[in-house]
């Protein structure tokens, strides 16, 4: 059974650091791109990142640009996305994902986390 | 960076009912068109994926078309289950872009 598990959500201050973890079972990790989607309180959904599945290319939005970091271990199938100097309007749910697209569409591979609460405030 | 509008807003209907929501995209993304419904509280579950490919598992009363620009989802006859938000995404090309979405409520 395929399974995506995000971690690391929480409160953090605006200007403040966090790290959020998603861990994948259940699927050949390395041959997928990983996608981090986020979606503010009440607002409609957000692609913030993508790795590919060797790790070689990342691609960010540019609300994250410069402050948010993607990166894979695929030895222990886990992607991580460092988020710097986090401001107010970063505050969402963060799901991972892994979904159709150019780089691979495999039939009925389409998953995505159950999403970590990221609130930035004072 | 490919814009995706999505159609309408918000929508009004009564079970039992023929929906369609539209998504146009800014400049041709293929077949690379997935749409998405999500509940409160829940992440986005897929329904059709490339456009107009069924997603294991999905009622087959949900269809897609389209390529290129223009791609649409049909409900052909609603369930009280349907309502819900409704999300276009397109894949084809980095950043990745949703549609402003779609709130499907009851009538």
């Known amino acids: ?122 | 960076d490919i814009q995706m509008t999505q159609s309408p807003s918000s929508l009004s209907a009564s079970v039992g009912d023929r929906v369609t929501i539209t998504c146009r995209a800014s400049q041709s993304i293929s077949s690379y068109l997935n749409w998405y419904q999500q509940k409160p509280g829940k992440a986005p579950k897929v329904l059709i994926y490339a456009g107009s490919s069924f997603h294991s598992g999905v009622p087959s009363r949900f269809s897609g078309s389209g390529s290129g620009t223009d791609f649409t989802l049909t409900i052909s006859s609603l369930q009280p289950e349907d309502f819900a938000t409704y999300y276009c995404l397109q894949s084809y090309s980095v950043p990745h872009t949703f549609g402003q979405g779609t709130k499907l409520e009851i009538k």
Do not use: H
């Open chain 1, 1 to 122: 059974e395929v399974q995506l598990l995000e971690s690391g959500g929480g409160l953090v201050k605006p200007g403040g650091s966090l790290r959020l973890s998603c861990a994948a079972s259940g699927f050949t990790f390395s041959s997928y791109d990983i996608n981090w989607v986020r979606q503010a309180p009440g607002k409609g959904l957000e692609w913030v990142s993508s790795i590919t599945g060797n790790g070689i290319r990342t691609y960010y939005a540019d609300s994250v640009k410069g402050r948010f970091s993607i990166s894979r271990d695929n030895s222990v199938n886990t992607v991580s996305l460092q988020m710097n100097s986090l401001r107010a309007e970063d505050t969402a749910v963060y799901y991972c994902a892994v979904y159709c697209s150019t780089t691979r569409c495999y039939p009925n591979f389409d998953y995505w986390g159950q999403g970590t609460l990221v609130t930035v405030s004072s």
